[in-house]
């Protein structure tokens, strides 16, 4: 019996990695023509940071999140663990404070530690926050990694193929497709991001960067070779249209105002990734006879996957009991 997983993104491909890990013969079958064409989980920040995130999500996604951590580092030697650093411009230290209280797992620094860390911000800030258990990744090697992995277990990957009708399975199936399966899952909702990666060789930073903002905290992740991945914009939108240009200007403008070298960055890519989130921003593994969707990742993809794939795993070991369907919330 082959368990069908549709949707090759981060869950659908660690779904995948899961089941063959625990013996299951699979296969992925996805309906875009390459993985780069995966938008959300291609233009992801790539950040672990279960930590930070706790600032808006409940304690739990701290639960789920740092063990992904050591999953991601067994998986992929790319991953970056020096941690989280939160900075915020003088005029704005009301929302470190705010950002301190409402999050865990970080130590205080002044001036001369921040610069310990990061010399190329020596005298720019004075305070910040050290999230030092987080880590991150770069999304576009990663899902290579994962591709490697699962032709290691000797798991197809099929693309330009379609969603099988239920006369055509041959087994159960994990539904991995985001916003595609809203044909199923109609409370799904699409919130928008968006993201630049820069070139800008002569900035040196070596972990991820959050400048807190009135309007939004950004991030800047280091991709490696004078790369940066700049976002932060959550947007209620299904819209996958290109970055607008107040978008671009509010990106460039906080990247600038981190390090103003970012002023001549070479602007080598815009993207734009729409995410599946439920009502409560929590994702939720459900199944429904012998299919199980894992859906609702919202801007916790990498950081949850693993853990949604277990629990996918777990109800695929029941889908022969024939009760009927069920929804199971995961968080």
């Given at each position: 019996m082959t368990v069908t997983v549709v949707g090759a993104g981060v869950a659908g491909l660690?779904?995948?990695?899961?089941?063959?890990?625990?013996?299951?013969?699979?296969?992925?079958?996805?309906?875009?023509?390459?993985i780069d064409q995966n938008a959300c989980s291609w233009f992801a920040g790539g950040m672990l940071a279960p930590w930070c995130e706790s600032e808006n999500a409940e304690p739990e996604v701290v639960e789920l999140g740092?063990?992904?951590?050591?999953?991601?580092?067994?998986?992929?030697?790319?991953?970056?663990?020096?941690?989280?650093?939160?900075?915020?411009?003088a005029r704005d230290r009301a929302d470190l404070e705010r950002f301190s209280r409402r999050t865990k797992g970080h130590s205080r620094l002044d001036g001369d530690q921040i610069a310990e860390l990061e010399p190329d911000l020596a005298g720019r800030f004075d305070q910040a926050l050290f999230f030092a258990e987080e880590a991150h990744?770069?999304?576009?090697?990663?899902?290579?990694?994962?591709?490697?992995?699962?032709?290691?277990?000797?798991?197809?990957?099929?693309?330009?193929?379609?969603?099988?009708?239920?006369?055509?399975?041959?087994?159960?199936?994990?539904?991995c497709?985001?916003?595609?399966?809203?044909?199923?899952?109609?409370?799904?909702?699409?919130?928008?991001?968006?993201?630049?990666?820069?070139?800008?060789?002569?900035?040196?930073?070596?972990?991820?960067?959050?400048?807190?903002?009135?309007?939004?905290?950004?991030?800047?992740?280091?991709?490696?070779?004078?790369?940066?991945?700049?976002?932060?914009?959550?947007?209620?939108?299904d819209s996958a249209a290109p970055i607008s240009v107040r978008s671009v200007m509010e990106l460039l403008g906080a990247a600038i105002a981190l390090h103003p070298?970012?002023?001549?960055?070479?602007?080598?890519?815009?993207?734009?990734?729409?995410?599946?989130?439920?009502?409560?921003?929590?994702?939720?593994?459900?199944?429904?006879?012998?299919?199980?969707?894992?859906?609702?990742?919202?801007?916790?993809?990498?950081l949850l996957a693993p853990a949604m794939a277990d629990r996918a795993a777990d109800m695929i070991a029941a889908v022969n009991d024939k009760k009927g369907g069920q929804q199971c919330r995961y968080l």
């Open positions: 660690v779904c995948a990695i899961k089941l063959a890990v625990r013996g299951h013969q699979v296969e992925v079958i996805e309906r875009s023509q390459r740092l063990p992904a951590i050591e999953w991601w580092d067994r998986q992929f030697a790319g991953v970056t663990r020096r941690g989280t650093l939160v900075v915020s411009q990744l770069n999304p576009r090697k990663a899902l290579a990694a994962l591709q490697k992995r699962l032709a290691e277990l000797s798991v197809p990957i099929r693309y330009d193929t379609r969603l099988p009708t239920a006369g055509e399975r041959t087994g159960p199936v994990v539904d497709r985001g916003l595609g399966a809203r044909d199923r899952l109609t409370d799904l909702r699409g919130v928008r991001g968006e993201m630049l990666l820069l070139r800008s060789p002569e900035v040196r930073l070596s972990r991820t960067v959050r400048l807190l903002h009135p309007r939004f905290p950004v991030y800047i992740v280091p991709h490696g070779d004078g790369l940066y991945m700049v976002g932060a914009t959550m947007i209620e939108s070298v970012f002023g001549e960055a070479e602007i080598v890519e815009t993207g734009v990734g729409v995410r599946p989130a439920f009502a409560d921003n929590f994702p939720d593994v459900r199944r429904d006879g012998d299919t199980v969707y894992v859906n609702g990742l919202y801007r916790h993809g990498y």
